[in-house]
């Protein structure tokens, strides 16, 4: 009985390979387009949550800053379009100017003070031993999740002018004029609680990030320039300011904007006053829009106030990317 087989065929034989036109999946080319697009892909929820929360909104109040709108034209569900009325009247006025200026001197010293203070915590944080670590930041953390109007409140009840804590202990302490003080009863008093409410607020921020900036510092470039000679001075000099200069140029910009548009603290405080003493831009813009019902008008310096911070913020940018320039 003879069995016949068939020869394998002598020339090369064609091997389909994973991913080829015939596998069903995507080719090399469209694997790579895919991985390109990737990260765009995942930032599109962000990106679109964004829009829709921020976005939106800043649109309508840039067209209600065109618009003359009160009262009487929101109960008739009228639309007056009066051009830029509302721009020339706030530019024009001594009023914005004014606010202007004491935003921006309110944001430098409160920030000045917030880096300065949260920096020497985040160096005490690094200096001291885990207990004690952990129980100051366990604090910093507490203070950190605090509401703000709670937060405000708080300070409201010590500071208050009959039963405040901080007037009972001036008092105790042999002040005794103090022991009936209103501080709110004057602008640099009322500043001064405001700006002790800020900075408390703000320290852990910077402390707790300035902490963990200080871990990546490899111990042995400290080795080193102890070999040198060099103090606790010099070393920070030397060794931990230039690991911490481009956190403390991130968190200084991102205090900037925090503490120009605090708006509840001022607020809740004493409402703007005495006066209209303590007013910041965003105060300015709510009195003027809600409090007077000149809801065009709120707008419009509510568009003056972003572009404003925008502007301070695109200078700091600027003398931070030269003096990294310059250290090139």
Not at 80 to 106: A, H, M, P
Not at 290 to 307: E, F
């Amino acid at each position: 009985m003879t069995v016949q087989t068939e020869r394998p065929p002598s020339g090369p034989v064609d091997v389909v390979k994973p991913g080829g036109p015939d596998s069903g999946g995507p080719g090399p080319r469209a694997a790579a387009r895919l991985g390109a697009f990737a990260p765009y892909l995942l930032l599109l929820p962000a990106c679109a949550a964004t829009v829709l929360l921020l976005g939106w909104p800043l649109l309508k109040d840039v067209l209600l800053s065109f618009q003359n709108l009160n009262m009487a034209q929101l109960i008739q569900h009228v639309t007056e379009w009066n051009g830029v009325d509302n721009y020339k009247e706030v530019l024009t006025g001594e009023d914005f100017w004014r606010v202007t200026l004491r935003s921006i001197l309110f944001t430098a010293a409160n920030v000045v003070l917030i880096m300065v203070l949260g920096t020497l915590v985040g160096l005490l944080l690094a200096r001291l031993g885990r207990r004690m670590r952990v129980t100051l930041m366990i604090g910093l953390v507490l203070a950190w999740a605090m509401p703000v109007v709670a937060a405000t409140t708080v300070y409201q009840w010590l500071f208050a002018q009959r039963f405040g804590v901080v007037n009972w202990v001036l008092d105790k302490l042999g002040w005794h004029s103090m022991a009936d003080y209103s501080w709110t009863s004057s602008q640099m008093s009322t500043f001064f609680v405001v700006t002790v409410l800020i900075v408390w607020m703000s320290i852990p921020f910077v402390a707790i990030n300035l902490y963990a900036a200080t871990t990546t510092i490899p111990g042995e470039l400290y080795e080193a320039a102890a070999l040198d000679g060099a103090g606790a001075w010099r070393s920070f000099t030397t060794v931990t300011l230039p690991f911490l200069r481009p956190f403390l140029y991130a968190t200084t910009f991102l205090e900037i904007i925090w503490v120009f548009k605090a708006f509840v603290q001022v607020f809740t405080i004493n409402g703007g006053g005495p006066d209209r003493l303590t007013e910041i831009l965003p105060v300015y813009a709510y009195i003027e829009g809600v409090g007077n019902q000149h809801y065009g008008m709120g707008a419009a310096i509510a568009v003056l106030t972003i572009l404003i911070l925008l502007a301070l913020t695109a200078y700091y940018l600027r003398i931070v990317l030269k003096q990294e320039e310059d250290e090139l």
